[in-house]
């Protein structure tokens, strides 16, 4: 075999030969010192990809095919880079077309002259590595728990059993109404979980055609269906791979993808849109909603069995006008994002204008107060919100008095006596925060006097209507 194949060592840059299982029988001296080996016998008998990674030779003799003209990436020596070489592979066959092993020849003096090939392909290497560096830079978690500020009881054990969760693997389903931020906190989960390092992928329900859904979360076989694309078209599920799959708004998935869903929670496995393909699904799945899911299940608009696997750790986001004690820090690091966006320029807000606030119902939540902030800013000459602008930032946005209510209906077996007993429990409330107020130098020192935060004591003399003591 060395008698053979010893004029092409003179020739190029090395030799390979492997028999019909792909296990090296000869390599040139050249070769093998590339790939690390002082003496071609320590590759012999050896499966040509424990020598030379992303070796093809294993093709060859499956297929009985060549290739005739390949790039092969090649480790450089210490000290050196790598570069690639143009590699041809062949079949070696008996008369009859049995395939006893195959050979390879990485081509040397062949480098000049395809040198036009070779730096196209550098180039596109190049291009490839940044676009993939961009692409997962850009599906990393944005948010941490930190940014999810709040000081309450209630917010501060959110974050404890949302620290919990991120230290399982178990799905996660994330409940609050719109604009409690939601979508914050499956960030900061992901970015405390073991999956911080791999990719976070966020899919809303609500903002796909029902048609387009399935193809947007499994991807789509080439050539699936008529018009389709002739290339493969991959999933949020797979680019979510080893990572996280945020699917937002869940109640209004359609009930032939929860099917599917449901099977990537149960099997942990999937396949695209026109594929026979079976593809393991590594993904772990936080899902939020605004909707009442036991209610949807009971009008059979989403299943029960796709409820219960998302079930598994639920974390109850509560809206802001039930956490008033957070609306301070709230407001404060809003505020200084926007100053981030405004070199030079520091925002404030005056106790009157957060007592205006505590006085909102925010039915759009930290989004619409968010909104209101930014209004208030654009609208006021000065960097200090008063009541004044806040209140003019407050007006156009005030939904109608009727989305106010949070009266719930009567419950079952309930009377007038019920009624009465709430009426007389609310008026003796009233007239203890008036004696507290009337009596107080502060509504700070009169809430200190009812045992309650500031802004809930604001809250509830909004509802009240009383005004702020005076002495």
Not at 30 to 46: C, H, I, V
Not at 228 to 252: M, N, S, Y
Request: glycine share 8%; charged share 25%.
């Amino acid at each position: 075999m060395h008698a053979v194949f010893k004029p092409f060592e003179r020739v190029i840059e090395g030799t390979l030969v492997v028999d019909r299982e792909a296990r090296i029988v000869w390599i040139s001296e050249r070769y093998a010192k590339r790939f690390g080996l002082s003496d071609p016998r320590q590759a012999l008998g050896r499966p040509c990809e424990e020598v030379i990674p992303h070796s093809r030779m294993r093709e060859i003799v499956r297929s009985g095919r060549p290739i005739l003209l390949d790039i092969l990436d090649v480790p450089g020596q210490p000290g050196a880079p790598g570069r690639p070489l143009i590699v041809i592979r062949l079949p070696l066959q008996r008369e009859d077309g049995e395939v006893l092993g195959a050979v390879g020849f990485a081509l040397f003096d062949e480098w000049a002259s395809l040198s036009p090939i070779v730096s196209r392909f550098l180039a596109m290497q190049e291009e490839l590595a940044a676009a993939r560096k961009g692409r997962s830079q850009g599906r990393q978690a944005k948010y941490s728990f930190s940014d999810f500020v709040g000081r309450s009881p209630a917010t501060l054990e959110l974050k404890r059993m949302a620290r919990r969760a991120a230290a399982t693997h178990s799905p996660v389903l994330l409940l609050g109404e719109t604009g409690t931020g939601k979508e914050l906190l499956a960030h900061a989960i992901h970015a405390a979980s073991p999956r911080a390092h791999k990719p976070f992928v966020s899919l809303s329900m609500a903002a796909i055609p029902d048609a387009l859904l399935e193809a947007e979360l499994f991807g789509v076989a080439a050539g699936a269906y008529t018009g389709a694309d002739k290339r493969e078209r991959q999933g949020k599920l797979h680019i979510a791979q080893g990572g996280t799959l945020f699917l937002d708004e869940i109640g209004d998935m359609p009930l032939g993808v929860q099917a599917k869903l449901l099977r990537v929670l149960q099997e942990k496995e999937f396949e695209a849109l026109g594929s026979n393909e079976v593809v393991r699904a590594d993904v772990r799945i936080i899902a939020a909603t605004s909707r009442r899911l036991p209610e949807l299940v009971r009008d059979g608009l989403f299943r029960a069995d796709l409820y219960y696997r998302l079930d598994v750790l639920s974390l109850a986001v509560p809206p802001l006008r039930q956490r008033l004690d957070d609306l301070e820090p709230i407001c404060e690091a809003l505020l200084e994002g926007f100053a981030d966006a405004r070199p030079g320029q520091a925002f404030e807000l005056d106790p009157e204008a957060l007592a205006v606030l505590s006085r909102h119902h925010w039915p759009g939540n930290i989004r619409e107060l968010r909104n209101v902030l930014e209004r208030a800013l654009v609208l006021s000459d000065s960097p200090v919100l008063t009541a004044a602008s806040v209140r003019s930032a407050l007006t156009p946005a005030a939904p109608p008095a009727a989305a106010f209510t949070t009266d719930l209906p009567p419950a079952p077996g309930s009377t007038t006596a019920d009624a009465g007993h709430a009426q007389a429990m609310s008026q003796y409330e009233r007239r203890l925060i008036e004696q507290a107020l009337s009596e107080c130098r502060s509504v700070a020192a009169a809430a200190r006097r009812l045992g309650i935060g500031r802004a809930t004591l604001y809250r509830k003399m909004a509802a009240y209507h009383l005004a702020r003591a005076s002495r």
